[in-house]
């Protein structure tokens, strides 16, 4: 099912009168997707790289979408860096994946790996650039390799190829309705050095789209507010990343046709506070991952998926074994890197997700991680399907369940909560906490119901847009 990449993403910007108007915007700085194909907002000298694997470690997403637009279709691997990386992890990046140059915008950097060959400017900074000349520079375009990063068992990440093929097959997924391209403007809550940022970014450049970037240093009512500035029609996000947005009074300053859940559970919660802040908009959740790609989308406005959904999508075959989805398709990625990497696919090319589900009256449901489980006296609880009930709970803006040891049942389920409007202890908080776990009693098995609810200020979330889920 695979098919090669015929083009490159420079080629195909380049190419095209309907791109002309389509430009990428960050916090402080703009650029036609023409401007950047050529380089003349800032020039990587990426031909100088032909044929290289490339590490890409940048300080801001502006400079990173610049330098794939440029690398693309020339260097022989481009290994994509999430922010805040460490030294550590960098080296062992670096290795795995037999990486020749490092470009960066890191001035430093150099000092801590000789493979810093590359130095980019920053935007609207001098353009000085240190590049080996002595490497030969091919012509001929080549299929590149983008090397995405994700969570692995050991701590350090697990590095996943894919191609240009890959990512962008599943771009007729969302589709235009009464827009023109040069009417869309995309924007994310993800960083597009993550899978999730990452596909909606290559939407946007090959659609003809304008792109609002977002800023690891904005906060979420900032980057809202410039989002509504730009007129951002269609955007994505995790549903926590969307909760956060939900809490915010400047949730009102865009006004989307279109919003996009994808990366954790969307449960019916979060869909129906998205009908109800955005009623003009389509909601729709997808099911992807850096595995296994984009998947499928739902757009009828219910969490889970239609069991058809299975055997009827087009170019992705699905299965359910072991209770857990399998995917198989041309946007799946092409394998693991590194010595002692796992495979990636099974004998018959299915990638297994980890992602549990159950089938009621026609209906899958995602219930949550087959790692993630919580043994309550040899009893399974997925902390997702207690969220989705807390979530219900009008006064709940956001839940996170987690494992607690018990001298007796082994563990116990407990639950982190964010409301919607903060009470202190002494205005009704405990009789509040007696509420929401009457509300679960009559919605969960016993087992299920958290032994204790603790009232936060906040939930970690992790630059993936997802809750950090640790044991307490």
Known sequence: ???????????????GDHLSS??????????????????????????????????????????TAAALIQLDGVA?????????????????????????????????????DSRVECIIPRVGEATPVNVDRSSPIRSSQVETEWVLLTSGTTGFPKLVVHTLASLTGAIELVKQGNFSPASIVWSTFYDIRRYGGLVIFLRAALTGASMVLSSAQESTADFLARAGTHGVTHISGTPSHWRRALMSPWVGRIAPEYVRLSGEIADQAIL???????????????????????????????????????????????????????????????RYLGDDSQALED???????????????????????????????????????????????????????????????????????????PRPVDNGAHELQSDILQFCREELALHKVPAAINFVPALAVAETGKLIRRHA
């Open 1 to 15: 099912m695979r098919r090669n990449n015929s083009t490159s993403l420079s080629s195909s910007l380049a190419t």
């Open 22 to 63: 389509g430009i990428v915007v960050d916090a402080g700085t703009s650029a036609g997707w023409g401007e950047l194909a050529a380089g003349s907002v800032f020039d990587c000298r990426a031909a100088e790289l032909s044929g290289r694997s490339v590490l890409l470690t940048t300080i801001d997403q502006f400079s």
């Open 76 to 112: 022989r691997r481009i290994v994509l860096c999430p922010p805040n990386l460490s030294h550590e992890h960098l080296a062992f990046v670096a290795s795995s994946a037999t990486v020749d140059v490092i470009v960066t915008d890191q001035p430093g950097l150099e000092s801590i």
């Open 272 to 334: 129906n506070r998205l009908h109800s802040q955005y009623p003009q908009a389509r909601i729709a959740h997808a099911f992807a991952s850096t595995e296994a790609g984009v998947a499928f989308e739902v757009n009828d406005g219910l969490m889970g998926f239609p069991s058809e959904t299975i055997r009827s999508t087009s170019h992705v075959d699905m299965k359910v074994e072991d209770r857990t989805l399998r995917v198989r398709s041309n946007r799946t990625a092409l």
């Open 347 to 421: 004998a018959e090319g299915f990638v297994d997700t980890g992602d549990a589900l159950e089938l009621r009256d026609g209906r899958y449901y995602f219930v949550g991680r087959r790692d993630g489980i919580i043994n309550v006296g040899g009893l399974k609880v997925h902390p997702e399907e207690v969220e989705a009930v807390l979530n219900r709970h009008p006064e709940v803006g956001m839940s996170l369940v987690k494992m607690k040891k018990n001298p007796i049942t082994g563990e116990l389920v407990i639950a982190d909560v964010v409301l919607k409007t």
